[in-house]
């Protein structure tokens, strides 16, 4: 959904009903498992803040509710149409010289639904069992919706030669300043260069002799450019208008049946099929990225939704409702063309640190703009071929209600399983980074490298080598049982109260083979040291005193609702409302996959970190298997402390006033506190906090300004190339430099804001009207931080300042008389339509805290961070301000980059900027419709709608490019740029295109 409503985590505090099925995904508690489908639903219920204990989710609760029959029959055929050939073009496409995407979209459709009849029987003659059926099928073109836009080497940079004398790479480098010697990418001139043997590269060409065989061997993957760089301003020179088909079908049925006037029954099942397609990486896209070279990656997607209810009433003062419900789906994504990428294939001939765990060549890491393309789709496949994944959402509910004179109580139970099986997700095919600068050699102690990422790529020298020994199959689950009793009491005519208590019992994700998720035990460490694989770390099979769940797990959670509406004149046109509740919701499945995957028996072997690693040294590793088989490893562990779940307070305070003309002014205050939320899981979409916060194994604050631990010799010079690095490590014995990640809950977030609207529903005219001012702030996305949870803490990236929306519906009315046949053209037409304006969000919070900042010292011809400032590498370098940043803009610029350099070494720059405001948003839909009736039961109707009608297309970034902080430097202490500023910090692209769609709906 990526759905953040009133700033609350979308991820965990937000649900998704069908028919009071949960549909909400599980594994990432984000998308939803089942589609809920517009001409299917009788209404949609959305609560937001403050509802009754009788809710068993929240704070957000989607609620869709499906269509039923009646006494009668009716139903509808339809069809929704859209075609590319209606559309304008993207701007983007325009841009590059690229037609019009050819994309189409067809929704055929239809329904029917009345009294169960058996022709020349009595049978159900009182008509109390009712049927209700809908099916629909979607034919869908994609076109160029997300197309892909990379950097790919010129024919001399693939043979080693970056001189600017060839007039490819004058033309790929001419957007970014030229070829020199101060750039950090592929338009560096191999300045200061050294083979993996030690010897100078002197000039711009690489020797044939220090082309790498297994870089070569890679470099096949990369595809030719394919658009002139000098036609945009990035200066890209791959595009991909990324056209795919993505079809399939929908159909739900639903029974109701009024056995009699105590008791009612429904049943309703949907079930859904599509195919979906991806260009580039499962799940989402990373920058840079090309077609993957594997061919689509394939979503096959099944899913099951099924619902039950039964009311029994008592008598005019009592009932009693069970629902029962399930949601269900599986996804075996597959790639359509493995063989592409095998070692075999491409005679790539270097092994990996674990030979036999994939047949493919490791997947490879953008180093950024003006590199290389980003690969980095791992060989998840274990699984047949596919990466399945399997989710599976069962619950019960029990309400029971009575009126006792002013109270109406409700008291109830609920029971609910969430469940998630897929493969792991990890790279046993080893995945490959590469970084700008020289490096001491992990196995030679060799310092080797090149400021270019993209020779160091053909000369084989990685910066960082990560594999998996295997990628098991996780089955994890967790168990929700919760009681609640409610009073909504009318005290008086004109004061209600709403007085709930919820008791929840919130359990721990669960791995259903017993074996249980890792634990970390500190503690234990230094007794285990060289007697356990994981020194400090156990589980539920090793130590049946351990959780199945790792860590422990309340009994019961309190959870107090209230609220109030007061008749403020007893007229009902002014009516002040409010409450305060507190909600809690589990995390998802992706957070823990990681615990189970160390008691699985997972290792994985990362290269030192802060080092070279070449592809032939990685390749001897593997030969050493015996040796590899005791090494070192990343784990994930869960806290053996940490019993607590995400925690959300909601209170909000409203006036209602009714206004003139039938319309409705509400002014709100709304605000939450969320609390208990994982540092490092996703609550906030990805890893709040960032890896290094929850990492157990990383160097101290200063650590590497110390003599060496271990040896007692003097600290590093260079703190950022240290060849005994591991030294410094404190878990070094048992894990070398190798991370220990606990997750805990101890993040938190909070919103407010002021919320107004103005609407009317009745007349000719309807309308709504609303504006929020809010501020969301919370624990960032990236580790700013390592040491400490306020340090991470500033503007998230759902914060929007300013939000505008606006929605409208207007009776055309019949102003032609006289004439049947224009009356029945002209008249009887609606004009609706939306139109939102978002002010953009912080780019700070969208992109990085420290805006990607990098910092090249050229006299040790490498990049200085975090090890150079703070004596170890775990913390973000936060640039300082040498002016205001958001004032004496371009037309289109949304930050002055001359105004930010580098903080003195040992000193921290801002945490926060002014508030640096990217692109707003803006968007007007528009249709018009309008129903013939042919007779009494039977009508036609005609519409048509205008999406983005005015044809708007939206500022944006085609990367973090232009708003990257690139500083250089020759002594620490004197900072300059290492590009020009002028044109940077400019919105270099725009998205979005005029969409018409038209429908055709038969009514009976």
């Known amino acids: 959904m990526g759905l953040s409503t009133n700033g609350a985590p979308y991820r965990g505090g937000t649900a998704y009903l069908l028919d ?54 009716h139903g509808q055929a339809y069809i929704y149409a859209r075609n590319g050939v209606l559309n304008s073009n993207t701007w983007q496409n325009n841009n590059a010289g690229v037609k019009r995407p050819e994309d189409a979209y067809y929704y055929p459709g239809g329904s029917i639904g009345g009294p169960v009849l058996i022709p020349g029987t009595n049978f159900n003659k009182s008509r109390k069992l009712l049927f209700w059926a809908g099916y629909e099928y979607f034919w869908q073109n994609l076109g160029s919706s997300a197309p892909l836009q990379s950097y790919v080497p010129t024919a001399a940079m693939r043979a080693g030669n970056f001189s600017a004398a060839d007039p490819d790479n004058a033309k790929l480098c001419a957007a970014s300043g030229g070829i020199d010697a101060s750039r950090t990418d592929f338009c560096n001139n191999l300045t200061g260069t050294i083979a993996p043997n030690g010897a100078a590269i002197t000039g711009s060409q690489i020797p044939s002799a220090n082309l790498d065989p297994g870089a070569l061997s890679l470099l096949k993957l990369f595809p030719s450019p394919n658009i002139d760089p000098t036609t945009n301003a990035s200066g890209y020179n791959y595009y991909s208008p990324t056209s795919a088909q993505h079809n399939g079908y929908i159909y739900r049925v639903r029974g109701d049946y009024n056995i009699s006037d105590h008791d009612k029954v429904y049943v309703s099942f949907q079930h859904g099929h599509d195919v979906g397609v991806s260009f580039a990486h499962i799940y989402y896209t990373p920058s840079y990225s090309i077609a993957y070279p594997g061919g689509n990656l394939l979503s096959p997607v099944n899913s099951n939704v099924v619902s039950g209810s039964w009311i029994h009433i008592f008598g005019s003062a009592m009932t009693n409702e069970v629902r029962i419900s399930m949601g269900h789906l599986s996804n075996p994504f597959t790639a359509t063309d493995l063989n592409a990428l095998a070692i075999s294939t491409l005679g790539y001939p270097y092994g990996t640190a674990y030979p036999n765990a994939s047949t493919l060549v490791p997947s490879i890491n953008s180093a950024g703009a003006r590199t290389f393309p980003d690969i980095s789709q791992p060989d998840l496949f274990q699984q047949g071929g596919t990466y399945n994944t399997i989710k599976s959402s069962p619950s019960v509910t029990d309400d029971f209600s009575f009126i006792y004179k002013n109270h109406s109580f409700k008291i109830g139970g609920y029971w609910a399983r969430a469940g998630n099986k897929q493969g792991t997700y990890g790279s046993p095919n080893g995945s490959l980074s590469y970084a700008s600068g020289q490096k001491t050699d992990a196995i030679t102690g060799l310092t080797i490298g090149s400021v270019n990422p993209l020779a160091n790529f053909l000369m084989g020298v990685t910066s960082g080598f990560t594999q998996s020994n295997i990628n098991p199959v996780n089955d994890m689950y967790y168990t929700t049982v919760a009681g609640y009793v409610q009073d909504n009491w009318k005290i008086t005519s004109r004061l209600m109260l709403n007085l709930g208590l919820r008791l929840d019992h919130v359990g721990r994700w669960q791995d259903r083979s017993g074996v249980g998720l890792a634990v970390w035990r500190p503690e234990k460490y230094a007794s285990e040291l ?90 001897a590793l593997g030969k050493n298997s015996s040796a590899l088989g005791s090494a070192a490893s990343s784990v994930y562990a869960t806290s053996q402390d940490d019993d607590q779940v995400g925690n959300t307070y909601a209170y909000n305070f409203t006036i209602s006033q009714q206004l003139p003309y039938n319309s409705l002014l509400e002014v709100a205050y709304v605000g939450n506190n969320s609390t208990d939320l994982l540092m490092g899981g996703q609550s906030g979409s990805s890893g709040i906090g960032g890896a290094n916060f929850i990492n157990q194994n990383k160097i101290p604050l200063g650590g590497l300004f110390r003599p060496d631990p271990v040896t007692g010799a003097p600290a590093p010079s260079d703190p950022e190339n240290v060849s005994n690095i591991v030294d410094y490590y404190p878990y070094r014995a048992g894990y070398g430099t190798n991370s220990i990640t606990v997750a805990t809950h101890v993040g938190y977030s909070n919103y407010n804001g002021i919320q107004a609207s103005w609407l009317k529903r009745s007349g000719r005219l309807s309308y709504n009207i609303n504006y929020t ?98 004596g170890t590498p775990v913390q973000s370098v936060l640039p300082i301000l040498t002016c205001n940043p958001t004032s004496s803009l371009k037309q289109n610029q949304k930050i002055n980059m001359d105004c930010f350099s580098a903080p003195p070494i040992g000193t921290q720059g801002i945490r926060q900027a002014p508030y640096l405001s990217g692109p707003s948003f803006f968007n007007t839909d528009i249709g018009i419709y309008k129903t013939f009736h042919i007779n009494e039961r039977n009508s036609l109707q005609l519409r048509a709608q205008g999406f983005n009608f005015l044809n708007h297309p939206l500022p944006g970034f085609s990367s973090t490019d232009p708003i990257t902080i690139k500083l250089q430097t020759a002594n620490n202490s004197a900072f300059s740029s290492q590009v020009s500023n002028a044109n940077r910090g400019i919105t270099d692209t725009k998205f979005g295109q005029r969409v018409l769609q038209f429908a055709l709906k038969y009514n009976f």
Not at 35 to 45: G, S, Y
Not at 822 to 844: C, D, I, P, R, Y
Request: glycine share 12%.
């Open 773 to 870: 001012y809010s501020k969301a702030l919370g624990i960032v996305n990236s580790t700013v931080d390592a040491f400490s949870v306020h340090g991470n803490y500033g503007v998230l990236n759902i914060d929007r300042p300013h939000v505008v929306n606006t929605s409208y519906a207007f009776d055309l009315g019949t102003p032609v008389h006289g004439h049947k046949l224009v009356e029945g053209v002209v008249n009887g037409w609606t004009l609706s339509g939306t139109t939102t304006w978002q002010a953009g969000g912080n780019l700070q919070a969208n992109s990085s805290q420290n805006l990607g900042l990098t910092i090249l010292n050229t006299t040790l011809n490498h990049t200085i961070g975090s090890s150079t400032y703070f």
């Open 530 to 619: 060289g007697t356990s694989l994981y020194p400090g770390v156990s589980w539920h099979a090793l130590d049946g005193s351990l959780p199945n769940g790792g860590s422990p797990v309340q009994a019961v959670f309190l959870e107090p609702r209230l609220g109030f509406a007061y008749d403020l004149h007893g007229n009902g046109r002014t009516v002040l409302r409010g409450g305060w509740a507190i909600y809690r919701w589990n995390d998802q499945f992706n957070d823990y996959a990681g615990p189970l995957g160390t008691s699985q028996g997972i290792k994985t072997y990362n290269s030192p970190s802060g080092q070279a690693i070449t592809l032939a040294e990685i390749s």
């Open 20 to 73: 009071g099925a949960s549909i909400i995904d599980p594994g990432c508690a984000c998308w939803s498992i089942a589609t809920v489908n517009p001409d299917m639903t009788q209404e949609v219920k959305v609560q937001t803040s403050n509802f009754g204990a009788d809710a068993p989710q929240g704070p957000i609760v989607v609620n869709a509710i499906s269509r039923s029959g009646s006494s009668v029959f």
